[in-house]
């Protein structure tokens, strides 16, 4: 099992920054994925970014929703086990609940479906106001 914990959330305004930290604990993920997804009330869940390796999490390949791409950036953490997205220049669009997600066999094409992940964390608000 692998437990997530997410933190950094709050409430900004357009334009501003935010970075969220993921903490990973338990059993160790030697391949997979590892990101972050969205959610607004009475919608889908949806893609934000991702990093999939095979081997060594700092030697993955980072994917992001064409939404999000050249404003966010997902990056392994200097503390050990922790993933980190940095988001810049917010728009009220991106508010939402925001979930950290793991799983340790997921394909390359599956890596937008919340269904194939595994593990999730509680998820933490960011809200951007106008």
């Known amino acids: 099992q692998v437990q997530l914990v997410e933190s950094g959330g709050g409430s900004v305004q357009t334009g501003g920054s935010l970075k969220l930290s993921c903490t990973a604990s338990?059993?160790?993920?030697?391949?997979?994925?590892m990101g972050w997804f969205r959610q607004v009330p009475g919608k889908e869940r949806d893609f934000v970014a991702v990093?999939?390796?095979?081997?060594?999490?700092?030697?993955?390949?980072?994917y992001y929703a064409d939404s999000v791409k050249g404003r966010f950036t997902i990056s392994v953490g200097s503390v050990k086990n922790t993933l980190e997205l940095q988001m810049n220049d917010l728009k009220p669009e991106d508010t939402a609940v925001y979930y950290c997600?793991?799983?340790?066999?997921?394909?390359?094409?599956?890596?937008?479906?919340?269904?194939?992940?595994?593990?999730w964390g509680q998820g933490t608000q960011v809200t951007v106001s106008s």
């Open positions: 997600a793991a799983d340790g066999s997921l394909i390359l094409s599956s890596i937008g479906r919340p269904e194939q992940y595994d593990y």
């Open positions: 338990g059993r160790t993920l030697s391949s997979g994925a």
């Open positions: 990093i999939k390796w095979s081997g060594s999490m700092r030697g993955g390949r980072s």
